[in-house]
């Protein structure tokens, strides 16, 4: 009996351990089958914590979230279809198992005590659980944390979980092909092919008109020249105030402007562009005499007084210019 106790004492030990790696395996059998019928596996308090539980030869993905309207969690309800095409995408590409990765989702409803119990204060709140036994076994129990920061893409998590699976298979993310979104904009060329070959005689005509041409690439002159692109780049304020109460439109210097003033420098432009036009083109073609003469009158008017503002204007941003012309002194 002395021998019999003595055997026991020694061989318990090692029949508690392999008990301990047969359940790990059976609880990792148990839970991939479920997740092959559905994965991202839907978690309740006990699943979540049989499926966290040491020793543990696999790695588990939890989502902590709180998916219900009344916690009013935006960022939970917009990542929760990025989570879910990630855990299929993966379930699928390793039927077999080999990255020994389970998905699982716990969702307040189901998992109050395991919130209260983790202290989490807020969702969604992402846990990885690397394995304590085996070839792939780390020597802390703690899970680690993903940061939720930025746009959060099922691309995103997988490079995380990748990095954190190092000798194991990594599958794809798979999105579903959207063939709604596919028939609506088949349906949607169509109907504007349709559209455009019905209307294209009277288009035609139109694309093929010189002044259409002329006023497209004079607006994109006078944007351009006025300094529209300058504004997008520095991002210039609109105005600015002077110091006094009032308001400056022009900004002094060639290194700085307003928007506003880019503005009224593009409406001096086109006036003058305008008035050279119809100088050169319109007046020649006035078949009475009087009407010919008062269109070179009010057409030069206008353009002396614009050029006036514009000079008025040059010497705001250069106050050593030594040109000028009235009535804009």
Not at 83 to 102: C, F, H, M, N, Q
Not at 137 to 142: F, S
Request: contains cysteine; glycine residues 8%; hydrophobic residues 45%.
């Amino acid at each position: 009996m002395r021998w019999l106790s003595l055997l026991l004492s020694v061989t318990l030990p090692f029949g508690s351990l392999a008990a301990k790696q047969s359940s790990s395996a059976d609880r990792f059998s148990e839970f991939y089958a479920k997740a092959q019928a559905s994965s991202p596996l839907k978690l309740a308090d006990s699943s979540y914590k049989k499926l966290t539980s040491v020793p543990r030869d696999y790695s588990v993905a939890v989502l902590l979230t709180a998916l219900d309207a009344r916690f009013g969690c935006q960022l939970c309800t917009d990542f929760q279809p990025e989570w879910e095409v990630l855990a299929k995408s993966w379930t699928k590409g390793d039927k077999d198992g080999e990255s020994r990765l389970i998905f699982g989702t716990l969702d307040f409803t189901n998992g109050r005590e395991t919130f209260i119990s983790l202290g989490l204060q807020s969702a969604p709140v992402l846990l990885f659980f690397q394995p304590t036994t085996g070839p792939h076994a780390v020597p802390t129990v703690e899970a680690i944390r993903y940061d939720f920061s930025g746009p959060q893409t099922a691309e995103k998590v997988h490079e995380w979980l990748a990095r954190h699976l190092p000798d194991r298979p990594h599958p794809p993310v798979s999105r579903p092909i959207n063939y709604i979104g596919w028939i609506v904009t088949i349906v949607s060329s169509l109907g504007i092919a349709g559209v455009v070959f019905n209307a294209w005689p009277y288009i035609l005509p139109v694309i093929q008109n010189r002044n259409v041409w002329a006023g497209l690439s004079l607006i994109g002159i006078l944007m351009f020249t006025s300094g529209h692109m300058f504004n997008q780049i520095r991002k210039v304020p609109y105005v600015a105030g002077d110091g006094r109460g009032g308001i400056n439109y022009f900004a002094a210097g060639f290194q700085n402007q307003f928007g506003l003033e880019t503005q009224i420098v593009a409406f001096i432009y086109g006036v003058l562009s305008f008035a050279t036009i119809s100088l050169a083109i319109k007046a020649p073609r006035a078949r009475d005499p009087k009407i010919q003469q008062l269109t070179v009158i009010v057409w030069g008017a206008i353009l002396v007084l614009m050029y006036s503002f514009l000079l008025s204007v040059f010497r705001v941003k250069n106050g050593g210019y030594p040109i000028k012309l009235p009535p804009f002194m």
